[in-house]
């Protein structure tokens, strides 16, 4: 078992004390729960979905990236049958509540933009469509230039997580390039959405790109990575 810190212990106590009070285990046996919590639900996830993970009571992801977590394992019939299943999924159910009643957040609204049921825009936000599968020996999708044009008048050719300025770098064969990332990927869109660039797209250069999807299904939170990268700078 990986050691807790004293934040992640406390967290753990937090969590069991949730269950246990607000009997939000609802008939099931809380012992279960928190070994699943323990134990199965992270093995589960780094099996599946994003081999770093560590703890379920650590920082390093967004509930958001939790009810993705969920939203998949709930989809793959097949991943519940296995030990543990499904108490694992009904573990990170309950534990996306707990999460949500701590930092005051809705957790309809978390589960519901999760699974990318429904997509909600600002009145101001212009959106445009892209994604459309074309008949192939594969489905490729497709990516708007027009969307990548508007994301890097917003931010820059600079990297959203580590600053790194190809120009500055490389002077002028790095003019004009960096890489642009999806917060959440095309091919999991399910066909055509719709998307504000300036908002749902960031360059990226690509070593970060390449860790925001290293060994992992569900793509590393973009803002989670350089609060990382802060932290090891100071």
């Given amino acids: 078992m990986i ?16 269950l246990k009070s607000e009997q939000k285990a609802n008939g099931l046996n809380l012992y279960n729960l928190m070994q699943a919590a323990d134990l ?10 994003d081999s770093s993970f560590s703890s379920l ?8 990236q939790l009810g993705q977590y969920f939203h998949i394992m709930e989809s793959h019939e097949e991943w519940l049958t296995e ?11 309950l534990f996306i509540d707990f999460y949500c009643e701590q930092n005051g957040i809705s957790p309809i609204d978390v589960k519901k933009q999760s699974s990318e049921k429904s997509s909600q825009w600002d009145d101001e936000d212009r959106s445009i469509t892209e994604g459309r599968g074309t008949d192939q020996t594969s489905i490729r ?15 820059g050719y600079k990297c959203y997580i580590c600053g790194l300025d ?4 490389y ?13 959440v990927p095309i091919a999991q869109r399910k066909g055509e959405y719709e998307l504000v660039p300036e908002r749902d797209m960031v360059p990226l250069c690509s070593n970060c790109h390449s860790m925001v999807h290293y060994k992992t299904i569900i793509p590393r939170d973009v803002d989670v990575l350089k609060e990382l990268i802060n932290k090891r700078k100071a």
């Avoid at 199965?40 to 979905?49: A, K, Y």
């Avoid at 030990?83 to 159910?93: A, K, T, V």
């Fill in 40 to 49: 199965s639900l992270p093995h589960f996830i780094r099996v599946h979905l």
């Fill in 166 to 169: 190809f120009e500055t770098v």
């Fill in 141 to 155: 999708y497709e990516r708007s230039k027009k969307a990548r044009e508007r994301c890097l008048k917003r931010w």
């Fill in 171 to 183: 002077g002028e064969i790095g003019k004009g390039f960096i890489e642009v990332h999806h917060k």
């Fill in 57 to 64: 009571y650590s920082n390093d992801f967004t509930v958001y």
């Fill in 83 to 93: 030990q543990n299943g499904y108490i694992s999924l009904r573990c990170l159910d």
């Fill in 3 to 18: 050691m807790l810190s004293d934040q992640e212990r406390k967290r753990k106590k937090e969590f069991r004390k949730f």
